[in-house]
């Protein structure tokens, strides 16, 4: 499933707006914690200014947890910046992408982030101890 789409119902999924009972998913947004948590710890999110842009760090990870659930691969139409920048998204999404794909997290037909990505083994052992 295209990135920007996956985004997009991530923020949703946050926001609650498409939880039934209009309250946030508790087992989603504590696997999105649990990702965001991993990301850091290898290196993917900079521990630097990490206060000023959890909310970021939260989105991605949402992403991935989102791309998990619907057992879909994160498609990349482009490494354009300004792709991602018009969308609302932020520019630093390739790096993280490419650092994942480096770290094994997320596969990939190349060593960038480009084309589909499919979530990586380590993520998805985590993942399913909390979706089944």
Do not use: C
């Given at each position: 499933?295209?990135?920007?789409?996956?985004?997009?119902?991530?923020?949703?999924?946050?926001?609650?707006?498409?939880?039934?009972?209009?309250?946030?998913?508790?087992?989603?947004?504590?696997?999105?914690?649990?990702?965001?948590?991993?990301?850091?710890?290898?290196g993917v999110f900079p521990t630097v200014r990490a206060m000023l842009n959890g909310h970021l760090h939260k989105r991605f990870s949402a992403m991935?947890?989102?791309?998990?659930?619907?057992?879909?691969?994160?498609?990349?139409?482009?490494?354009?910046?300004?792709?991602?920048?018009?969308?609302?998204?932020?520019?630093?999404?390739?790096?993280?992408?490419?650092?994942?794909?480096?770290?094994?997290?997320?596969?990939?037909?190349?060593?960038?982030?480009?084309?589909?990505?499919?979530?990586?083994?380590?993520?998805?052992?985590?993942?399913?101890?909390?979706?089944?």
């Amino acid at each position: 499933m295209n990135i920007f789409e996956l985004d997009t119902i991530a923020v949703n999924r946050l926001a609650s707006t498409n939880h039934t009972s209009g309250y946030i998913d508790p087992t989603y947004n504590e696997l999105s914690d649990i990702i965001t948590g991993m990301l850091t710890a290898v290196g993917v999110f900079p521990t630097v200014r990490a206060m000023l842009n959890g909310h970021l760090h939260k989105r991605f990870s949402a992403m991935l947890v989102t791309a998990f659930e619907l057992e879909k691969s994160i498609d990349i139409p482009t490494r354009k910046l300004s792709s991602f920048h018009d969308v609302g998204l932020s520019t630093q999404y390739i790096k993280w992408l490419d650092h994942m794909v480096k770290e094994e997290l997320l596969i990939s037909h190349s060593d960038k982030a480009e084309g589909k990505l499919r979530i990586g083994e380590i993520i998805k052992k985590k993942a399913k101890t909390y979706f089944w």
